[in-house]
């Protein structure tokens, strides 16, 4: 018996540790970059978590919609076992094709509606990378190029608007684009090229636009920035801007798209095109890394020849599997449409117990993507006490309540939710 397996013996999950050895581990062994909650967890499925003592909590997290299928959805499961037992799943050099990536790509491209129709009806494109930020950076450099080889922009003149509050990751070039400060705090120089306005403000966009603006990068739906639905006619706003200067438009939907508020894509709701679109989270299910970036193909032969870009691991044998698995499992049961369906009930339930509850300022969300505003500021407090009722929740921007469940769920799970929500906010 190795020692993996000994270890896994008579245990619920991975291993027998004790739930403080596993804490411990991780004070000890582990940057301390995240604010935990006590709660080890030992096994998932479906909308799901269990600890060691097989408790189970409802996922109103969700990993921040990776797992918009839920965990361990058996047909992406079954996809990743095959590809495992019969060897097509390991990384190969990508100076080789491979059946898995070039179908993963046809599948994505023509998942997502023609990106950039004003550049001509070509098709799209996929660069896949692993975790979502990547995606972000490949975004960026595309925009930045777009405006040098297409704007006559001098190179190194570049400027992106972006928006307070955003959230894209926390490479040097995300943290360079925050208004969160302490995501860039004795982590200088930052990476220039940035222009910030107010979200939702489109005059203050069109006053930050200059000869040198290349691009402008957006969340159609805030989602650690607060919860905010962007406002009527923003979206519309910037793309008629972004023609009218030549501006390169990208939408980051790695937490709002596939599915998660009612439509495949966020952008769907205000029937507005971008020129890219960067896709991560729920794009393998929650089952390995990937993400992607998604534009015309005139733009991305453009700005991508040999040596211009690589990941070792972005578009792996594994991961695209995943990805194809994933985005069926999307499409073939209808999880957006669920999304929009559950998502009315769930919000109009959450609506009601807001208008009886002190603590509720404001309740905001499309699908399943609602956020509940504290009026103390403090929604963590609250989702300590969802936890202990059996449910995990996390706060978004400190002061709102993230509601955002797998999209599987039905509407004995609405009950389950509001029926916490009402012990803690309804008193």
Sequence with gaps: MTNVEAMAKNALGFSN?????????????????????????????????????NKKYMDCLAAYS????????????????????????????NVVYTDSLAIFLKKLANLVPQMGPRFGDNGNKVLPKN??????????KTARCFGHLEKGIADGQQEIIVFENNFHGRTMAAISISSTQKYKDGFGPLIPGFVTVPFGDLEAVAKAITPNTAGILVEPMQGEGGMYISSDGFLEGIRKLSD?????????EIQ??????????????????????????????????????VTNSKIMDLVFQPGRDGSTFG?????????IAALGVIEDEKLHENAERIGKILKSKIENIASRSKHVKEVRGRGLFIGIEVKSGDAMSFCNKFLELGMLCNDSHGHTIRISPPLIIDESDVDYITERLEKVLVD
């Design 315 to 323: 578009g792996y044998p594994l991961a695209c599997v995943a990805g």
């Design 17 to 53: 540790k004790s739930d403080k050895e596993i804490i411990d581990f991780e004070s000890t062994f582990g940057a301390h970059h995240y604010g935990r909650v006590e709660l080890v967890v030992r096994k998932t499925q479906g909308q799901w978590l269990y600890d060691e003592e």
């Design 256 to 293: 709002v798209g596939l599915g998660r508020t009612g439509k495949m894509f966020s952008f769907q709701h205000e029937n507005v095109l971008p020129d890219g679109i960067i896709l991560g989270k729920a794009l393998s299910g929650g089952m390995a890394p990937v993400s992607a970036f």
């Design 131 to 140: 975790g979502g930020v990547e995606s972000v950076e490949t975004a960026i």
């Design 244 to 252: 009218e200067h030549n501006i390169f438009l990208i939408f980051d």
């Design 66 to 93: 990776a797992v918009n299928q839920g965990h361990h959805h058996p047909a992406i499961v079954r996809a990743l076992v095959d590809a495992l037992q019969n060897n097509y799943a390991s990384v190969i050099s």
